[in-house]
């Protein structure tokens, strides 16, 4: 079984349109992530939720909305997309607790190429 | 200033060499440290937990410097399989930093 999974693995649209990304993890983590990878290859956070609350939210445009209903889901929407938007974008999932710790780790998911044309 | 910071590279290497990563980062207070391994359209997975003794895995060797605040890898006997890009990840209450990755690409 997956342990983070997340879908579609390849997104083509329309500048303008609105599109979701799902994310769903098996772990049991509490904390998710989604993380932005560009053409240069350097992961940006983007958002990160605690047993679904939003802890981290980085400069990103307020037309990307996260959606966590419950811990083991963090799906990702898009509102009015732009060809700046086109990159992949990772969701992640650790196992949790606020203050972090030394068995901190993170898991992937395969990633959502997202291509605006 | 980065939180973390590597050098990208790239590193391209003959199979059988040895091959040194290193990479700083900014916090003092960062608990934890990773390197994690990313295949080209691949999600990075992680390689190897970072401890300040420093550990091995088979041809693996990680090392932390906390004095300095710097990690290294180091890669024994490369493989044409070890090409890849590695990333240096710190952890840093409850946010990991990534840094840009350093590639390399193992030479037959």
Redesign the interface.
Same mark, same amino acid.
């Given at each position: 079984d997956t342990a983070v999974s997340q879908t579609p693995k390849y997104l083509v649209t329309q500048m303008g349109n609105d599109k979701s990304i799902k994310c769903e993890q098996n772990l049991g983590h509490d904390t998710m992530y989604w993380y932005k990878q560009d053409s240069k290859k350097f992961l940006k956070i983007m958002f990160s939720y605690n047993n679904k609350e939003l802890i981290i939210n980085e400069t990103v445009p307020n037309r990307f909305s996260p959606k966590s209903p419950d811990k083991a889901h963090l799906n990702l929407h898009i509102n009015s997309l732009e060809l700046g938007d086109s990159a992949v974008y990772f969701c992640a999932s650790s196992q949790g607790g606020r203050g972090g710790g030394l068995t901190e780790k993170l898991f992937f998911g395969s990633g959502t190429q997202l291509s605006v044309l | 200033r980065k939180e973390v910071e590597q050098d990208p590279g790239p590193f391209n290497v003959p199979e059988g060499a040895t091959v040194a990563f290193n990479c700083t980062y900014s916090n003092s207070a960062s608990?934890?440290f990773?390197w994690?391994r990313q295949d080209c359209?691949?999600?990075?997975? /992680?390689l190897m937990?970072v401890y300040s003794s420093g550990n091995e895995d088979g041809r693996f060797t990680a090392q932390l410097n906390r004095a300095s605040q710097y990690i290294s890898l180091l890669i024994r006997d490369s493989k044409l399989s070890d090409s890849a890009?590695y /990333?240096c990840?710190v952890?840093?209450?409850?946010?990991?930093y990534?840094g840009?990755?350093t590639s390399l690409t193992v030479i037959p």
């Open positions: - | 608990q934890s990773f994690y359209r691949k999600e990075p997975k /992680l937990s890009t /990333l990840v952890n840093s209450g409850n946010q990991f990534f840009t990755g």
